[in-house]
């Protein structure tokens, strides 16, 4: 693990250089086919998601995009989901139960796009009826931060079995700038902001709220992705046995136990 402060890794996992979700998508499943749309009103550029094949099992992914550049930025909102964005992901997680496959989930996002007509749209309610939905559904999901994990905007594709970060990656209720601007009426405090969030994965992984932390000396390289497939495979397999009340147990107590003291 490095060293880094928490702003520092902040910066970190914000960075355009990192892989975002179209790079895990590509080097770590086959045959892929995205999806489109959330059949209520439009499709939504910041979500993509489809099926693909994971060690030639089929499995459906879920990733926020951002994309590298300014124009893929503003053609996937900048990572920022619309409402349409979270119900295109809740309905292919449905076709995942419907057809028993599991789901992975990529989580890269500073938040859900806060934009009038999101609101106009029931950008709250999308975001609640995912984690409602996530908490019941009946296969397996898994859930990786790669960058930012921000806010209720991550929190719609992480209610999962299991909860990784990228070594870098964060994970937090709010913005440091945000944190900042509300406590000190400062945004230039967000450096000591984001020391008080705990929103490194090594504080997440104190905390509870994640089971592994991925490490990034390589990442990108095909050693990375090889080592991450392979751990894919090997916790699907175990999640993929259980009986479906086993699975929802112990999901349900998974997110039961964060903030309890006897962690």
Known sequence: MNSNTAYEKVKIARSNKRPTSVDYIDNLLTDFIE???????????????????????PITVIGIEKGRNTKERMQHSFGS???????????????AEKFHRPVLCLVDTSGAYCGIGAEERGQGQAIAENLMEMMTL??????????EGGSGGALALSVSDRVWMMENAIYSVISPEGC?????????????????????????LTNGLIEKIIPE???????????????????FSV???????????????RFRKIGSTEL
């Open 35 to 57: 999806l489109h749309g959330d059949r209520r009103f439009a499709d939504d550029g910041a979500i993509v998601g489809g099926v693909a094949r994971l060690d030639g099992k």
């Open 81 to 95: 989901p619309n409402p349409e964005g979270y119900r295109k992901a809740l309905r292919l997680m449905k076709q």
């Open 138 to 147: 009946k296969t397996p999901a898994i859930s990786i931060v790669i960058g």
């Open 180 to 204: 900042a601007s509300i406590l000190w009426k400062d945004s230039a405090k967000a450096a000591d902001a984001a020391a008080n969030l705990q929103l490194t994965a090594q504080d997440s």
């Open 217 to 235: 000396e390589k990442i990108g390289e095909e050693e990375f992705y090889a080592s991450l497939k392979q751990q894919l495979i090997d916790e």
């Open 239 to 253: 999640l993929c046995e259980m009986d479906t009340t086993e699975l929802l147990e112990q999901r349900y107590q």
